[in-house]
T-cell receptor, first 115, second 114 residues
Framework: EAGVTQFPSHSVIEKGQTVTLRCDPI?????LYWYRRVMGKEIKFLLH????????ESGMPNNRFLAERTGGTYSTLKVQPAELEDSGVYFC?????????????FGEGSRLTVL | DQQVKQNSPSLSVQEGRISILNCDYT??????FLWYKKYPAEGPTFLIS?????DKNEDGRFTVFLNKSAKHLSLHIVPSQPGDSAVYFC?????????????FGGGTRLMVKP
């Protein structure tokens, strides 16, 4: 079974440009999460989808970030315009519907470098 | 303000010995605690968890201890193996959170020397 896949693995852009990160969760997983790790610090929650609906987007830093999950399958996270402080590793994770087990299945992450 | 803290950024242990990784938290609403392991260029992988109603959970070489009064948990790895070398993240879930939102600590890099 394929795991969570993320694309691109690394993106280098200039300040002011736009970047779109994509996440394909494990097939059948209703829950999809975006997390971010900046400067090797803690991994911070951005938002949570249940199917195509945003369940919790309390971690989104500002309106330059837009996440979508059309059709409840893959998700995209767009940063527009990108700022220097947006650099970091963006992780996507998914989990199946049902009771909480704590186990999120993470992708390998998309490293974003804003110059 | 960081609600989950791992005060040791790194830990070095000899193969075969015990590794003890520590984690402190401040939010009394946390009801579930987890440890994730992360290798370079990979995403975190779930390792072990513990509910706040327990004080110990064991899975093979890995044991997690929870001290609610001290708001402290620890992960014990016995015996440590070179393949355990990775960054370990402590995470917690808040009671009543809408979904499975986890709050992570900053991680501890464990190095197990052969």
């Amino acid at each position: 079974e394929a795991g969570v896949t993320q694309f691109p693995s690394h993106s280098v852009i200039e300040k002011g440009q736009t970047v779109t990160l994509r996440c394909d969760p494990i097939s059948g997983h209703d829950n999809l999460y975006w997390y971010r790790r900046v400067m090797g610090k803690e991994i911070k929650f951005l938002l949570h989808f249940v199917k195509e609906s945003k369940q919790d987007e309390s971690g989104m830093p500002n309106n330059r970030f837009l996440a979508e999950r059309t059709g409840g399958t893959y998700s995209t996270l767009k940063v527009q315009p990108a700022e220097l402080e947006d650099s970091g590793v963006y992780f996507c994770a998914s989990s199946p519907r049902g009771g909480f087990t704590g186990e999120l299945f993470f992708g390998e992450g998309s490293r974003l470098t804003v110059l | 303000d960081q609600q989950v803290k791992q005060n040791s950024p790194s830990l070095s242990v000899q193969e075969g010995r015990i590794s003890i990784l520590n984690c402190d938290y401040t939010n009394s609403m946390f009801d579930y605690f987890l440890w994730y392991k992360k290798y370079p260029a990979e995403g975190p992988t779930f390792l072990i968890s513990i509910s706040s109603i327990k004080d110990k959970n064991e899975d093979g070489r890995f044991t997690v201890f929870l001290n609610k009064s001290a708001k402290h948990l620890s992960l014990h790895i016995v015996p440590s193996q070179p393949g355990d070398s990775a960054v370990y993240f402590c995470a917690a879930r808040s009671l009543g959170s809408a979904g499975n939102m986890l709050t992570f600590g900053g991680g501890t890099r464990l190095m197990v020397k052969p």
